[in-house]
């Protein structure tokens, strides 16, 4: 991040705003615009998920990457408040898959993960080869960063991540990581107490959607999908895939084909376009192939292009 950008004052996104920041978190002030572009990706991904591995996991394997990190772990602290325990991983910790090969345990106020579990304050070593209170996990590595989770006030686990460079973590990924930590902390209170989150017409993404599409004709684009349009808004696909489902009742294709076909048909009513083939018509409306097409159009009008032309 340029020292430029991190000097102005941003406005939050309603989302990360509502979702994951309190009156009296120190980062509501200020932030920059790739921060909020991350922190929309984080809380957008995280949206309908309402179990504590499939969070946890969601946000190593699918936001953390984002950050270009060599590892990254999730330690969870046990009911006797004894010990944590390695949930999650990112890197060679987990193999590709969704379960932590080898977990460690570490007794609290043991090693740096455990030192920021029983103080409740983040720790960054830029040279991990001078603290005696490193622990060693799967591999040594040169810096570390370690952020506390909280829930109500109370540790919970530990976000942690190590780099074989030294000096690798600086202020922007505290910021960052200290915000993750903070939207876990919001998320993991919502599971706690079986909370959800609702979709409303006034959202601003659907908003913005609802925009490019009938403003923009984003639709013509025949390569317009599920995921093109998710980088478009800067949220994750899963979340467009339900605020679509859940406020239009269609799913993403037949979202975009209403607006396809609502373009044909008014060309097909057009007496300027009577010398236009129905095929061309559809491929300038964004449809990629014939068959999608009237497949598209039967399904949504109940009758074939030719009978709406002859009709109308």
Known sequence: MSKNNQNKKVSFDPLVRDFVFSKDTMFKHYATRETITVLKYFATSLFGKNNLDEVLWDILENCIAQLKL???VIYMINKERTFLVQKAAYGHKNNGQKKVISPIKIKLGHGI???VAQSGKYQCISDVTTN???IVDDESRMSELSV??????KVVGVLDSEHSKKDFFGKDHIFLFRLIADLLSKKLKQIYNKGYCTLTKDNI???ELDFLM???KMYRDPNLGLESMARKLKISSNYLSQLVNKLSGYNF???VNRFR???VKSKLRNPSFVHYTIISIALEAGFNSKSTFYSAFKKLTGISPKEYRVSA
């Open 132 to 134: 005696a209170n490193y």
């Open 261 to 263: 076909i609502e373009d």
């Open 214 to 216: 009938k403003e923009a």
């Open 70 to 72: 060599e590892d990254c």
């Open 253 to 255: 294709a037949d979202y």
């Open 205 to 207: 993404y659907f908003k």
């Open 113 to 115: 993960v455990g030192r």
């Open 148 to 153: 506390p989770i909280f829930v109500d006030g």
